[in-house]
Each structure stands twice: as structure tokens, then as C-alpha cells.
């Protein structure tokens, strides 16, 4: 075989690089914006898997109302069977504040050196970055995905006009390379949130079609959310 052919032979067996998306929350509980949003970009941007990592302790904001294990159990039971969203449980089994930064230097010591990380983050957590642990590390382990929502403001915060100057890129299919660039993506905009959720159920309400059929029932069965809990 000449020199044309082996290349040619090598470049057929070489494994192309993995996209992978991570979606952190708290899911409290999970909702149809978690799910479009990450169904949408996982189909737009030709992605492996988008791993839905549910946060343990969230270092920015109020303790979650239900347990750990009640919003892992209403996430897994949202993505069964639904490529290619899959849980990733390592924050809950860590006994230390869920930090985004910890979270992507594992995974990234678990992928090749080539494999693509998307971050997704919905426009309010972009917006609040700069308050993260170690944010302005972020993008040396991946890509930065914003997911618009309807009901956010429409400024990004002072501190993140030079990083988004400095690194973001029109078409979030021109994203190059492991890490290190921002791109906004289009989703369905839903103005759901958690928090309305959470208030919808404590006044009696039905919050049927906000969350998946399986969510409902996971929560009925348990008694979430309800005025007496
Ligand atoms: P809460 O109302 O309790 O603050 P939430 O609905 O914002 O919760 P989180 O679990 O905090 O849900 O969100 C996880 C991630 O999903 C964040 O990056 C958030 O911006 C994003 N996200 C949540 N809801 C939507 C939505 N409707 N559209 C787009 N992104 C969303």
C-alpha cells in the first residue's frame, strides 16, 4: 500500500472527536426548558450526549426544597430513554460544594484531549458567572453554550463584556477545538421555570405538560411541593 493508501487506511479508523453538552441545575424540578433546551441544542449542534448533572449543594443560591435524591430520581425518570440526554450524578456524590470548575476538570481528565465539552448555561446563569468559583477558568475545559430565555434581561453584566468580546463567535457550529469559545444558540423559548413550578404546586395547581408526564407522576406519587411540605 503506498503512502496515500495507509493514511487514508488511518484516518478511516481514527475515532472523530466526542461532542459532549453538560447541563447543571438544580432541578427543582426538572421542566420542559431543561429538556427542549437541551434536546434542541444536542440536535442543532450534532451532539454525542448531553449529560443533565444535577447540583448537590449549589454554592449561589437558596438549599433546594426537595432532596438530592428526589431531583436526581425526577431527572432520570425525564431523560429514560430519550437520546441523547443521559444523567450525571457525579456532583451528588461528592461531600463538598457542587462547583462547576470540579465538575469539568473531571470530566475533562475522562475524555480524550481532543473531545469537545459544551457547557450549557441558560442566559440568567451566564449572566450570573461572574460570581462562580473560579469562573474565569471555565473555558480552558470547554465551549460555553447560552441558551436564550424569554423572561431574562436583556444585558450581560459589565464583567463579561470583554470575555464575550474576546471569545464568542456568531454560529455555534464554527465552535473549534475542545474549549474556549461562547456562542448564543437558539432554543424554543419557554418561560418556564422551577420556581414557578414549585409555586404553581404549592397553591393546588396542575403543573401537567410544564413537566414530563413521568415528572408528574414522580412528584404526585411523592408528595412534592405540595403547601405541606
Ligand atoms: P429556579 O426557578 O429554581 O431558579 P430554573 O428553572 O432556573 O430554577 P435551574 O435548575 O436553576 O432551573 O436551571 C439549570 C439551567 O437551565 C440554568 O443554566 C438555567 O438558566 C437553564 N434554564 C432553566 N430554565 C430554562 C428555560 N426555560 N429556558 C432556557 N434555559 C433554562
Redesign the pocket.
Known sequence: MGDLGQSAAVTALEPRPRRIGV??????PV?I??LR?ALEVAESLALDEVRLTPSARPPH?DTPQVSALDRLAMVECAVAGVTPLVVDDRELKRDKPSYTIDTLELMRAQFAADDQLFL??????FCGLPTWHRWEELLQHCHILV???PDADSEPPDALRNLLAARSVSDPLALKGPSGQIAFVW?TP???????I?QLLASGKSVRFLVPDAVLAYIDAHGLYRASN
Do not use: C, I, K, P
Request: overall charge positive; aromatic content about 6%; hydrophobic content about 40%.
Open positions: 447541563l447543571g441545575g438544580t432541578f427543582d421542566h426548558g431543561h433546551g443560591r450549557l448555561l441558560g442566559w440568567d446563569a441558551l436564550q430565555r432554543q419557554l418561560a418556564v421555570s422551577a420556581t414557578q414549585r
